[in-house]
């Protein structure tokens, strides 16, 4: 029985979605502890079989037991390292805290799709579950098209607006996904094998590696995954589809996604085609790293310029995508160590960012910066949170934000990439900007001083959902207009601010704390990390 | 011309994804995108099917009785193959796998089997391993098939997932038209923009 824990990080979320589906959509009440028991099931295996790696060492499991006959891999293998061990504690984490956080927030903003949200929830993080644990990279891009299929769905249960988003984010994903299978198309061709660790071998045992077609398709598949993860020049769908979705579903994908594809495009440069080649062989890693500073440059100044919250946190998003493609392209230890540590570390602040805005647009009803003034009063707690979050972002210390910068930067350095090095430190003091400003609003400003135009502004807003009802006749079934940022009518009944139940807080508790703890405890998983990287050739 | 008739299906499959792709960009109207979308995610259909294609070569289904008559008759070695049931199915899939590792092992090199059998894809026209090998048949039970006479299974196995995937999407992005045009009363991408206006988010 033991030895079955790792497959049930996968399954646990995907049965618990089809239960929600056979039970949820007769009785509502039992969706969320399904979503919550079967990520909570998801999170302790992975823990599990963490430790058992911890233990023992890289864990391989045989779906329906086909092990490998006759030196070549015959079924579908999952692998679990300390490296995809901490990714896959974090998505299970993560999604397990999202999902608490958004309850209230499902039912008042999407009330006629309840269940739905639950399903498709559960569905996408088993899909990204799946893509962090296999080894098949035929089976990388099935549990991909899963998880952006239930995301498409995900984001456009929101407005009209989320709709085109989604549309949108269709066909980018599409054109993604497909250039990553054309990929894995030219290694097959090459090595007749879609094991990674087979093709790692067929391709240095026989000297394939130099082949043109090698070259094709690690093109083909890093720009697959780089629009599936929003790098800079190809970042267009995501502000839109992650701002103008459900908060829900922004908190639940905005911390996940592109972290997964990063992971995905690191075990890719890895596991498949082997860090000599990339490093030494192909003279890649100055270009690369030159784009990861751009989108670096690129995603700060877009985020300063927005007056907007989500839509600020989600060019945030492309700025911090940057920073790990960067670190995994500057070609060395500290690097790829920084872009690991920093997939956990960004993973975590952007759900406590998404948390935090999340519950003042609830809370104030208004979505633009100034929603923060005066808040600090109102709600202490929310609001020291976003201090500890805020320090994070900007890299200060004992944050985890601090460490995973010390080894970017420490990595660029190495490596002789001042222009990498050079965007970390501009970003730094972007995200200075924005944070600083944001807690002077929350500390120094009264609240009342605008008021009236807080007032206006969420008159106009309730106008343009009554618009957007009357012209979206069909849906009249649907009790609430379309439209995103709603308020909660329980939560500011006299439009007095303040703190929000602990159903919404108690994660964000969390989630700060742990920006602590992995700061503090930051030599550990430094250590783990290398340990995995060590298996693999560094 | 040689060189194009050889490659015939890869280049019709870079085509065909060109065109998707300037349908996906280029046009105005939500639906012809998707129909471009489609026709991407055909053209890659097109080149997974073109790998595992060769000519003349048979169903990989054997089953036992047909495996021992093999040897013997070799040209009628796809006569019975419907008959194969799905537990002898398997485990003559276990066989190939076995004659295919011998075949591997001929050609002394270290690849792995399903390599040699993409490798014998490759060149198809000359197809000189799969004779060299015949001149052993006798010796090994194991190599009573020749994995050269077989279409490569697992192409076209990926295929039917991937065009389950493509149905999937096609049905989720129609649907999301559906929705875009229930809020916005068209169809055409243009129109859309001109009623969100430059800076409004409704």
Redesign the interface.
């Known amino acids: 029985m033991a030895d079955q824990i790792p497959v049930l990080i996968i399954l646990a979320p995907l049965f618990g979605g089809i239960l929600v589906l056979l039970l949820g959509l007769r009785y509502r009440s039992v969706c969320f502890p399904i979503a919550v028991a079967s990520l909570g099931v998801s999170l302790f295996s992975a823990l599990h079989t963490f430790r058992t790696v911890l233990l023992e060492g890289p864990q391989r499991y045989f779906l329906s037991g086909w092990e490998r ?4 891999a ?1 079924g579908i293998e999952y692998r679990i390292d300390q490296i995809n061990g901490l990714v896959l504690i974090m998505i299970a984490f993560v999604a397990l805290l999202s999902v608490i956080h958004s309850r209230s927030r499902v039912s008042v903003e999407t009330p006629a799709k309840v269940p739905q949200v639950y399903i498709l929830s559960l569905l996408l993080v088993s899909g990204l579950l799946g893509m962090t644990i296999t080894n098949d990279a ?1 089976n990388l ?2 549990l991909l ?1 899963i998880s ?2 239930s995301s ?2 995900l984001i ?1 249960i929101g ?3 989320a ?2 988003s ?2 949108n984010y ?2 980018m994903g ?2 993604g996904a ?1 250039f990553l ?2 990929g894995v ?1 030219y290694l ?2 090459q ?4 094991n990674m660790q ?1 093709i790692h071998g ?1 391709l240095m ?2 000297g394939l590696i130099n082949a043109p077609s090698i070259k094709v398709a690690l093109m083909l598949i890093l720009i697959g995954l780089w629009i599936k993860m929003g790098l800079f020049p190809l970042h267009g769908w995501l502000p839109n589809a992650y701002s ?1 979705a459900p908060s829900a579903t922004g908190t639940l994908m905005g911390p996940l996604v592109t972290k997964v594809m990063i992971y995905i495009m690191i075990r890719m440069m890895v596991s498949v085609f082997g860090i000599d080649f990339l490093y030494e062989q192909l003279a890649w890693t100055k270009p690369v790293s030159l784009l990861a500073s751009i989108a670096i440059v690129g995603g700060s100044f877009l985020a300063v310029s927005q007056t ?1 919250l989500r839509k600020m946190l989600c060019y945030l998003i492309v700025a911090e995508v940057g920073y790990m493609v960067g670190g995994a392209w500057v070609g060395n230890l500290n690097g790829m160590t920084g872009a690991i540590y920093h997939i956990l570390g960004d993973a975590l602040m952007t759900l406590c960012l998404f948390f935090v805005v999340g519950i003042v647009i609830a809370k104030t009803g208004e979505h633009r910066l100034s929603a923060f003034k005066g808040l600090f009063k109102s709600m202490p707690l929310t609001m020291v949170c976003f201090v500890v979050v805020a320090f994070a972002m900007i890299g200060l210390p004992p944050t985890c934000g601090f460490f995973s910068k010390w080894y970017l930067v420490r990595g660029g350095l190495e490596a002789g990439q001042y222009p990498f090095v050079i965007a970390l430190l501009i970003s730094s003091l972007v995200n200075a900007v924005i944070f600083f400003r944001l807690i002077e609003f929350a500390y120094f400003q009264s609240p009342d001083s605008d008021t009236a135009e807080a007032h206006g502004a969420h008159g106009e807003s309730g106008a ?2 009554d ?2 009802e009357h ?2 006749t ?2 009249a079934h649907t009790p609430v207009p ?3 940022y709603r308020v909660d009518p329980d939560l500011d009944a006299d439009s007095i601010v303040t703190e929000v139940p602990w159903g919404m807080k108690a994660p964000l508790l969390i989630v700060a704390a742990c920006l602590l703890l992995l700061g503090i405890f930051n030599s550990t998983v430094t250590a783990w990390i290398a340990d995995g990287l060590k298996g693999v050739g560094f | 011309m040689d060189a194009f008739l050889e490659n015939f299906n890869y280049i019709v499959y870079v085509v065909l994804m060109m065109i998707g792709l300037y349908a996906m960009i280029s046009k105005n109207n939500l639906i012809k995108k998707l129909v471009g979308m489609t026709i991407f995610q055909s053209a890659i259909i097109l080149f997974y099917v073109s790998i595992g294609a060769k000519e003349g070569a048979a169903i990989p289904i054997l089953d036992h009785h047909q495996m021992h008559v093999a040897a013997a008759h070799d040209d009628h070695a796809d006569t019975h193959k419907d008959k194969a049931d799905t537990h002898e199915g398997e485990h003559a899939d276990t066989k190939i796998h076995k004659a295919d590792k011998h075949a591997a092992g001929a050609h002394s090199n270290h690849t792995s089997a399903e390599h040699a059998s993409t490798h014998t894809d490759k060149h198809k026209h000359e197809a000189p391993h799969a004779g060299e090998h015949d001149d052993h048949d006798g010796h090994h039970v194991s190599s009573e098939i020749n994995p050269a006479k077989f279409s490569n299974p697992i192409p076209h196995v990926l295929m039917l997932t991937a065009i389950v995937v493509g149905v999937s999407t096609l049905g989720v992005a129609l649907s999301i038209v559906q929705r875009v045009h229930q809020g916005y009363g068209s169809i055409e991408e243009d129109d859309i923009l001109n009623q969100i206006g430059p800076n409004a988010d409704g």
């Open positions: 006959g006759g030196g070549f015959v035929f891009y099935v098209e952006s299929l498409y769905a456009a407005s009209r607006r709709a085109l989604a549309f269709v066909i599409t054109i497909s299978l054309l198309g097959f061709i090595t007749g094998t879609l087979d067929a045992a026989e103008y907007d343009h959902g618009e957007g012209s979206a069909a849906h379309m439209k995103v």
